[in-house]
């Protein structure tokens, strides 16, 4: 009996910590993208247009995933909706303002958070003493 409350428990916590990280994924990447980009106008600041709701989500995926997930996001959009690519804006360096400061943080913010392998403190493979071959 205990095993079963054990295994419904540990269930449990696996699930809770997926929803914690899709929560997390989903929601404060695109509201911390949103703060940057929209609120403290860093789109202005570097001459780009304001993101929408979808611009924003696809920002936040764009930045907090991998290099193959950005290829596929690119094709992706290059087949379904390549008009997209279209759009054109005179970018250039923003400003150094302490507001431009922040903003560009928060968005590299969500570019590092998750584009790194989380390592669980075990060092696989690796060792810090040096060998030495007799």
Do not use: K
């Amino acid at each position: 009996m205990l095993a079963w409350v054990l295994a419904i428990l540990g269930l449990g916590a696996l699930l809770a910590g997926a929803a914690a990280l899709v929560v997390g994924g989903l929601l404060l990447g695109p509201l911390v993208v949103w703060l940057a980009w929209n609120v403290l106008d860093l789109a202005h600041a570097v001459g780009a247009p304001e993101l929408g709701f979808w611009g924003l989500v696809l920002a936040a995926v764009f930045l907090a995933i991998g290099l193959a997930g950005r290829i596929i996001i690119v094709a992706a959009i290059f087949l379904f909706d390549p008009d997209w690519f279209h759009g054109s804006a005179h970018l250039h360096w923003p400003e150094p303002t302490f507001r431009n400061f922040v903003a560009i943080c928060l968005i590299l913010l969500v570019a590092s958070v998750s584009s790194h392998p989380h390592h669980d403190g075990h060092r696989h493979g690796t060792s810090r003493e040096p060998v030495y071959d007799a």
